[in-house]
């Protein structure tokens, strides 16, 4: 096991689990009036976040153990992981929610945690092989 795909893949996961609920909050303005209740809901909603989305996790780690093997640029292999990541995202949504799990809405959970996850690929430093 290579020990840098691995914490790189924790850290875009990590990334997702704690700051997309954050983005769904600020469209509100409620970001900024949390009380003892709503950190309780935000706790609450990123331990369901980890019991979800490990599949996720573990699909965005092999996936990222595959890439690293490629002779690709650095550029495509971070394209490729964006579009498998949105990709393994959006799928528990629709596992879990149907046609109910949309883009539309500018706090929807969904395009949180999408933004996250590409931010997160794009920012994190994928060392070379």
């Known amino acids: 096991m290579d020990y840098q795909i691995f ?3 924790v850290r875009v996961w990590l990334s997702a689990v704690f700051l997309s609920p954050v983005l769904v909050l600020i469209p509100d ?7 003892l209740s709503d950190w309780s809901i935000y706790l609450s909603v990123v331990l ?5 989305s490990i599949p996720c996790f573990l699909s965005l780690w092999l996936a990222v153990n595959l890439v690293q093997f490629s002779s690709w640029h650095i550029m495509l292999k971070k394209l490729s992981l964006c579009i498998i990541g949105v990709a393994f995202t959006i799928l528990p949504f629709f596992v ?5 799990a ?3 809405d500018s706090s ?3 395009l949180a945690y999408v933004l996250v996850i590409c931010a997160g690929i794009w920012f994190y430093r994928l060392t070379p092989r």
């Open 102 to 104: 949309t883009f539309n």
């Open 48 to 52: 369901l976040s980890i019991f979800f």
């Open 96 to 100: 879990l929610l149907g046609s109910e």
């Open 108 to 110: 929807s959970p969904v």
């Open 7 to 9: 914490i790189y893949s």
């Open 29 to 35: 303005g409620q970001l900024f009036k949390m009380t």
